[in-house]
């Protein structure tokens, strides 16, 4: 091969390499290109890149300060990066408010439950179909057929079918975060966003939200905070490790945990 020919193959390489970048940009659920933001001159998150593909169950860990809860608030729209591309079934989401986001198909969870604790545990997941009731309008709505259907269909899903009626104050702590969980499936989500979502579960619980986790990952993508590395190995496809506002290393679990740079950093502490 002259040094022609071998110039030709390395630009058909390059093409060929450029083209599955774009494919694969394009096959993503989820497609964050060098996303940073800063807060009084401190870079809390510099340059993150990601996919993340439909039906995918990713989780991101790293040492407390790593940016991780900071890139989930900007995937959702709580914050505004201060540049990059957050993409989203190939819509730019850093252009929209965070109500339109979850209109588009983003539903986030926080650490701590968020539910109505005077309302029953049906109430909850009916005040959550995304026509939007609040829990007024919720007392005084007639349920229909369709309405009752996606109820029991989301309350067997996230172990709740047999609580029903049950206020949803008198759930244990673990069940609490199933009934938030399940409220965001009401609006049939896209992307999920969980931040730590086995924080302060039991043993057993903690294996029923992995059974839960995987299940509701078919048909969208999920993204995880989660420090629990027994959790993290049960549910994860794909790691992510961020450090330092930077993403450090990605790929399965245990090839994460077992890269010496991470755990200098964090599964060493």
């Known amino acids: 091969m ?24 394009e096959q993503a659920a989820l497609s964050v290109r060098d996303l940073s933001v800063s807060f009084d001159g401190f870079k809390a998150v510099d340059g993150v890149s990601l996919d993340i593909e439909h039906g995918e169950l990713r989780v991101v860990i790293g040492p407390n300060g790593a940016g991780k809860t900071t890139l989930l608030d900007m ?3 709580k914050t505004r ?7 989203l079934d190939g819509v730019e989401l850093t252009r929209l408010s965070d109500f339109e986001i979850v209109r588009r198909g983003v539903g986030r969870k926080f650490q701590n439950p968020s539910v109505y604790e005077d309302l029953t545990v049906e109430e909850n997941l009916e005040i959550s179909i995304p026509q939007g009731r609040g829990p007024i ?36 702590h673990g069940q609490k975060q199933w ?4 409220m965001l499936l009401m609006q ?7 931040d730590e979502p086995v924080a302060g579960m039991s043993p057993g619980e903690r294996e029923k939200t992995a059974e839960l986790l995987k299940k509701i990952a078919k048909g969208r993508a999920i993204v995880v905070i989660e420090h629990d590395m027994d959790f993290v190995r049960s549910i994860a ?12 290393a990605e790929g399965p679990a245990e090839v994460v945990q077992a890269d010496p740079r991470v755990i200098e950093v964090y599964l060493g502490h």
């Open 2 to 25: 002259n040094g022609e020919q071998t110039m030709e193959a390395t630009i058909a390489a390059y093409r060929g390499m450029a083209m599955e970048a774009s494919q694969s940009r």
């Open 75 to 77: 995937i959702c729209g």
């Open 81 to 87: 990066p201060s540049s990059g591309s957050v993409q």
């Open 137 to 172: 309008a919720c007392l005084l709505f007639k349920r229909d057929d369709s309405v009752r259907s996606r109820i029991r269909e989301v309350a067997q899903e996230i172990f709740l079918e047999q609580h029903l009626s049950r206020r949803a104050g008198a759930l244990s």
């Open 179 to 182: 009934l938030e969980i399940g």
């Open 188 to 194: 049939k989500p896209r992307l999920l966003l969980l």
């Open 237 to 248: 496809h794909k790691v992510t490790v961020l450090h330092q506002g930077r993403l450090l």
